[in-house]
């Protein structure tokens, strides 16, 4: 391939990343105590989509603000399944690289037991959650 061929279509290649498209799905957890907002990426052809997950503590328990408990690129789609009060399941399908953090513990607070909310990542099709397989 020529170089100038090669800068054109570097060129289109770089302009079709710069039309993002941001989904944000919200879920809280059964209880009601959290709640997770899973923000996609999406810039479309050439490019690979990227997504992250905040946590929520919906009673200020671990802190005031929004925590990042899922970073990833290059998977689809990404969705949140809460399992329990207290734990969920990031899906990213097929991600060639994340982060995630797997465990955060509630402060201790006056008349409550200390506990965590833990985070599972699941991008392959091996494992089974509640009775369903995902990433197929």
Sequence with gaps: MNSGLGAILAVLVLASCRSTEVTRTR????????AATATL?????????SGYVT??????RIG??????????????????????????VIFCDANH????????????????RRSVTVTVVT???PVIGGKRYCQ
């Design 41 to 49: 990426k999406d810039c479309g052809a050439g490019c690979s989509p």
């Design 64 to 89: 005031e603000g929004d925590i990042k408990v899922f970073d990833g690129n290059s998977g689809w789609p990404l969705e949140v399944l809460w399992t329990g009060p207290a734990s969920m399941v």
């Design 98 to 113: 994340y982060e995630a953090k797997s465990r955060l513990s509630e402060s201790m607070v006056e008349g409550t037991r």
């Design 55 to 60: 946590l929520h503590d919906l009673k200020n």
């Design 124 to 126: 392959t099709r091996e």
């Design 27 to 34: 879920s809280v957890a059964p209880g009601g105590d959290y």
